[in-house]
């Protein structure tokens, strides 16, 4: 049987032992700090907070390289191997673009949109790989995978929206009316893309308890096998109770992970998620 390499983008937000764990290959992102250009590796949430809170600087991302894609592919297809690559959402980014030129022309390169980010990426590279365990083919792993796509399930709340709207992404009348009534927002994906879910009121641990309540409701055809909660800068109280809940709701692994420079750019502090695959 030929060799099968899975991959992801580093917006999967695995920690190195994990990547180890499972075999899966990495590709990192780069991130802008003012006139400085960075791997996404190089850059720590901390510094990213620095930046915005500090220094009065907007970090930005730059997707992928198709030229790192190729090389990863290049090599990874020597003596007969095949290659799926499991890509950030291509609604998100350009990121996915870039591995299907990349892959053009390489018959036994793969590359899947996991119309969906973070440790929704993750999820559906552990099941490969653990398809490859149990001795699955290219085909039976990329039909597998492919139908996982639609059933995976994230959802996040917000603190606020301070980072969003520094990134453009909320009006300056929004961000004053969360704010004012201490709105804390819910979002979720759908086909790809990040779109508003209900919203909690009242201080953030209140709200977030309110939201994992509503969150763990819409669990009853959930796989129990994993789960992630995943979060940027936050108590350590408030992201441990998230944690038991969803070990409460029948969870049998449930992985905690902090988000790395991509996502904290997008998100600021104080924001966790949750995600899991539907049955």
């Not at 365990?133 to 917000?158: N, R, Y």
């Not at 905690?256 to 995600?275: A, D, E, F, M, Q």
Request: with cysteine; glycine share 8%.
């Amino acid at each position: 049987m030929s060799k099968i390499t899975i991959s992801v983008d580093n917006t999967a937000d695995f920690s190195t032992e994990m990547y180890k764990e499972y075999n899966i290959e990495v590709i990192n992102f780069g991130v802008v700090i003012g006139d400085k250009v960075f791997r996404d590796t190089e850059v720590k949430p901390e510094d990213i907070y620095r930046a915005v809170e500090v220094d009065g600087l907007l970090p930005k991302t730059n997707a992928a390289l198709e030229s790192d894609y190729r090389e990863l592919f290049d090599r990874a297809t020597q003596n007969g191997a095949s290659v799926i690559h499991i890509s950030l959402s291509g609604a998100l980014s350009l990121s996915h673009d870039n591995a299907l030129r990349a892959a053009k022309g390489l018959e036994r390169v793969h590359v899947i949109d996991s119309k969906n980010c973070t440790c929704g990426t993750g999820i559906l590279a552990i099941k490969a790989s653990e398809m490859i365990s149990a001795g699955k083919s290219v085909d039976e792993i990329i039909e597998t995978i492919s139908a996982m796509v639609p059933k995976l399930e994230l959802g996040v709340i917000l603190n606020d929206l301070k980072f969003v709207h520094k990134g453009g992404r909320a009006s300056a009348v929004k961000l004053l009316g969360a704010n004012l009534l201490r709105i804390r927002p819910g979002v979720r994906f759908e086909d790809g893309k990040a779109v508003q879910d209900k919203k909690f009121i009242g201080n953030f641990p209140k709200a977030v308890g309110q939201w994992t309540n509503y969150m763990t409701s819409k669990m009853e055809n959930a796989n129990k096998e994993i789960a992630f909660v995943i979060h940027t800068d936050i108590a350590e109280e408030i992201a441990e109770n998230v944690v038991e809940a969803m070990r409460a709701a029948g969870f049998k692994r449930v992985i905690r992970r902090t988000t790395g420079s991509i996502l904290t750019i997008h998100c600021g502090r104080n924001v966790i998620g949750i995600c899991y695959l539907k049955g």
